[in-house]
């Protein structure tokens, strides 16, 4: 599969964008992660060639007007994935939290189907499998007791995004 692969500027860091040849967003990742994005793109894809060029105009103005406070820009960026039939239930699940708000990962699990004790677990793994920060908002998914758990990206980032949406305050005692 051809990628478009474009440096990003954000609050939180230089990012990477991979998008296709439609300009769907297969993978948003840190610069300083290059290589989950590649791992990334080989487990969805198999066989991926990445060329460098400019990013689709809507997504870098989508992002943009995210982190200019309007939360509700990144609704309609299309994504492109290839995972396992549970990672693309999770991955869809997280698309429809609205910014501001917050789930649990056994919530996400029974969103996906999952009705018994393995629903926070097997959420859990397919969250962390997530291949696109910030647009497919797994930084939104919190511990039961709503403890900042496992973000692939730092907990750092996953507070910072938080208190950005004001879905937790500044400082928050859950921060962990």
């Not at 994005?37 to 991926?48: A, F, K, M, P």
């Not at 992002?63 to 693309?88: P, S």
């Not at 699990?109 to 969250?127: E, F, L, N, P």
Request: proline residues 4%.
């Amino acid at each position: 599969m051809k990628m478009i692969l474009s440096d990003l500027t954000s609050p939180l860091g230089a990012m990477l964008l991979a998008t296709d040849e439609r300009g769907c967003v297969c993978a948003l990742e840190f610069a300083e992660r290059r290589s989950r994005l590649h791992r990334s793109l080989r487990e969805q894809y198999g066989t991926y060639e990445l060329t460098a060029g400019p990013a689709p105009t809507p997504v870098i103005e989508a992002l943009q007007q995210y982190f200019a406070g309007h939360l509700d820009a990144l609704d309609n960026i299309e994504v492109a994935t290839a995972g396992t039939e549970q990672q693309e239930s999770a991955w869809a699940a997280l698309r429809r939290i609205p910014a501001g708000q917050t789930t649990t990962y056994g919530a996400v699990g029974k969103a996906m189907g999952i009705h018994d004790w393995r629903a926070a677990v097997d959420a859990g793994s397919a969250v962390g499998a997530n291949p696109i920060a910030i647009i497919v908002p797994c930084h939104r998914v919190l511990g039961k007791g709503g403890d900042l758990k496992g973000y692939a990206w730092g907990l750092r980032r996953k507070r910072w995004l938080l208190e950005h949406e004001k879905a937790i305050e500044l400082h928050d005692a859950r921060q962990g």
